[in-house]
């Protein structure tokens, strides 16, 4: 039941919409102040997705879906010769996602699993977009809780 009502939820044109205005909103406002989000001596990015997904959340639960949201982060490696110049680690903090309203968050079904990894490698390809091609982020440590 939980995948069926997750694929239903975000299937709706106002949830699919308003996950995608999250993530433009989410990228702009990265790159538009990149220091603000990084502090480049622990080399280490955060963008807290929960100042953004206002939207997301109130389309989820006015269609009956569970407001759900987790902690990720992206692993960066480089092969310039100055490494300082880029994140080692991009924390993505409260990352939304609708689920079905009897979806158990911390276990979720491998086709939901597979959705969300799709949206962390979205954002995992506009990070090393913007920050050049040497550079390769990938999904570190995966923090359920």
Same mark, same amino acid.
């Given at each position: 039941?939980?995948?069926?009502?997750?694929?239903?939820?975000?299937?709706?044109?106002?949830?699919?919409?308003?996950?995608?205005?999250?993530?433009?909103?989410?990228?702009?406002?990265?790159?538009?102040?990149?220091?603000?989000?990084?502090?480049?001596?622990?080399?280490?990015?955060?963008?807290?997705?929960?100042?953004?997904?206002?939207?997301?959340?109130?389309?989820?639960?006015?269609?009956?879906?569970?407001?759900?949201?987790?902690?990720?982060? +992206?692993?960066?490696?480089?092969?310039? $010769?100055?490494?300082?110049? &880029?994140?080692?680690?991009?924390?993505? =903090? @409260?990352?939304?996602?609708?689920?079905?309203?009897?979806?158990?968050?911390?276990? +979720?079904?491998?086709?939901?699993?597979? $959705?969300?990894?799709?949206? &962390?490698?979205?954002?995992?390809?506009? =990070? @090393?977009?913007?920050?050049?091609?040497?550079?390769?982020?990938?999904?570190?440590?995966?923090?359920?809780?």
């Amino acid at each position: 039941a939980c995948q069926e009502e997750t694929i239903t939820l975000n299937s709706n044109s106002e949830i699919s919409d308003a996950s995608t205005e999250l993530l433009t909103t989410t990228k702009d406002a990265i790159m538009a102040d990149f220091r603000s989000f990084c502090r480049l001596i622990a080399r280490t990015c955060t963008a807290d997705l929960a100042d953004y997904s206002g939207d997301l959340k109130a389309a989820c639960e006015a269609n009956g879906g569970q407001f759900s949201e987790q902690d990720y982060q +992206l692993d960066c490696q480089t092969d310039t $010769i100055s490494p300082v110049e &880029i994140p080692g680690k991009v924390e993505l =903090v @409260n990352l939304p996602a609708c689920l079905g309203a009897s979806c158990d968050p911390q276990n +979720l079904p491998p086709a939901i699993s597979q $959705i969300r990894d799709g949206v &962390i490698a979205d954002i995992n390809t506009e =990070v @090393n977009a913007a920050l050049g091609e040497r550079v390769v982020c990938e999904v570190g440590n995966v923090d359920e809780s």
